[in-house]
């Protein structure tokens, strides 16, 4: 009922950018929550970036001063912008949105399918 498609990722050296997209369709009355999750064969999968149907957003630790989240909610579109890339940022991104979707009122989570992001040092 709702696909959220990625794009963006790639290979950048340590100390570039990247910036992620991922946009929401199908039966989508409201979203709530959009954000950012990353995952790598060693590690479970970890929250990097939220931001709220307003303006609130949450970040990593890790990533605070490096990284971005912002919304389009015109468009239902979340972005990631990723400054000061290091080698341990190296993971398959996930997006994920809470969606209630057309004749319901309740909200569900939804995911992309990943991006790879690979950053060489």
């Known amino acids: 009922q709702v696909q959220l498609v990625e794009s963006g990722g790639g290979l950048v050296q340590t100390g570039g950018s990247l910036r992620l997209s991922c946009a929401a369709s199908g039966r989508i009355f409201r979203i709530d929550a959009m954000g950012w999750y990353r995952q790598t064969p060693e590690n479970p999968r970890e929250m990097v970036a939220t931001i709220a149907s307003g303006v609130g957003t949450n970040y990593a630790d890790s990533v605070k001063g490096r990284f971005t989240v912002s919304r389009d909610n015109a468009k239902n579109t979340v972005y990631l912008q990723m400054n000061s890339l290091k080698p341990e940022d190296t993971a398959v991104y ?23 992001v690979t950053v060489s040092s």
Do not use: L, P
């Open 94 to 116: 996930y997006c994920h949105a809470e969606v209630r979707t057309s004749g319901t009122t309740w909200y569900t989570d939804y995911w992309g399918q990943g991006t790879q």
